[in-house]
C-alpha cells in the first residue's frame, strides 16, 4: 500500500488465481461500518488506485478475486492513513514596500486555516527559476543587503505536510540607489571611479562610518568597520567588475556603484 496524497491511496498485490474474471477491491475506514465493495477491476490486474478519500483517516483494504462460480477468500488486509490536506487557500494580495535602498517589507494575506506557514522565494536570474530564500509563519517577511538598480521578483506559497497550496501572483520591486540621508558632511567623496587599485575615501574624521563592499550580486566581499575620517580601499586582488560600495553613519547611509579596472 503506498499513500500518494490527503485524498489517494495505491494498493498492490500478487496476482496468484487462476481463471478468475477479475478482482473486487473493499476498503473499511472509521466512516463505515465493516467492509464496502469499491471497485472492481479485470483480471490480472495488480493494483488499484483509490481516489476521493478523507484527510487524515485510516483505511483498511482488501482484495477478493471473482469469477462466475464465486468469490475467493478476503483473509489479507492493508492499511494506510491518508495525509493532512493541504492548505487551501493561497495567499494573495502580495504588497512590497522599500524600507532604504538595500531592505523590501513583503506582505500577503493568509486565505487558508491549516498552513504550517509561508515560503517566499525569489527569482534567480542566472538560473532562470524561482528559490525559496526563507519560510516563515508570520504574514510578513524582510529581505535584506538587495542590490540598488537591480529587478527582484517574489511570489510566496502556503504550505503543511500534505502539499502547498498555489502562488501569489509575481511582484516585482526594484531599489533605488540614494545618495546621502541627512549626513552631516555633503563632501564626503569616493574617487577614483573607475579605479584600478586603490579608492580613496574622504570622510572628515569626526564621523565614524562601517563600508561594505558588493559585487554586482550582492555577495559581500569585503567589510571594514569602525573608520573614522580619510582612508583608503585596497581593491588590487578585486577583478575587474561592477562594485556597490555602502558607507554606513549613525546620520544616514550612501551607496554608489564603482567600477573596478
Excluded: C
Excluded at 491518508?82 to 522599500?98: K, M, R, V, Y
Amino acid at each position: 500500500l503506498q499513500v500518494l496524497a490527503w485524498d489517494k491511496i495505491r494498493i498492490n498485490w500478487q496476482d496468484i488465481a487462476e481463471r478468475e474474471d477479475g478482482f473486487i477491491i473493499e476498503r473499511s475506514s472509521a466512516h463505515s461500518t465493516g467492509f464496502i465493495k469499491v471497485d472492481t477491476v479485470p483480471a490480472n490486474a495488480s493494483d488499484y488506485t483509490d481516489k476521493g478519500l478523507q484527510p487524515e483517516t485510516e483505511y483498511t483494504y482488501r482484495i477478493a478475486s471473482y469469477n462466475i462460480h464465486g468469490d475467493s477468500p478476503s483473509e489479507t488486509t492493508v492499511a494506510g492513513t491518508t495525509f493532512i490536506e493541504p492548505p487551501n487557500g493561497a495567499p494573495s494580495d502580495l504588497i512590497i514596500e522599500g524600507i532604504d535602498p538595500w531592505t523590501i517589507k513583503i506582505t500577503w494575506i493568509d486565505n487558508s486555516f491549516n498552513e504550517d506557514g509561508f515560503v517566499v522565494e525569489r527569482y534567480n536570474h542566472d538560473a532562470g527559476t524561482f528559490e525559496p530564500i526563507d519560510s516563515t509563519t508570520a504574514t510578513t517577511y524582510t529581505d535584506e543587503q538587495l542590490i540598488p538598480g537591480i529587478e527582484y521578483l517574489y511570489r510566496v506559497v502556503a504550505y503543511n505536510g500534505g502539499g502547498t497550496s498555489k502562488y501569489t501572483k509575481v511582484v516585482t520591486f526594484t531599489p533605488v540607489i540614494t545618495g546621502f540621508t541627512d549626513l552631516e558632511a555633503p563632501e564626503i567623496r569616493l574617487y577614483p571611479n573607475p579605479v584600478v587599485d586603490y579608492l580613496n575615501i574622504d570622510m572628515p574624521s569626526q564621523i565614524p562610518y562601517n563600508l561594505m563592499l558588493y559585487d554586482a550580486r550582492g555577495q559581500l566581499l569585503k567589510y571594514v568597520p569602525g573608520n573614522s575620517g580619510p582612508s583608503v580601499l585596497d581593491l588590487q586582488h578585486i577583478s575587474n567588475q561592477l562594485l556597490i560600495i555602502r558607507i554606513q553613519t549613525k546620520k544616514g547611509v550612501r551607496t554608489e556603484q564603482i567600477i573596478k579596472k
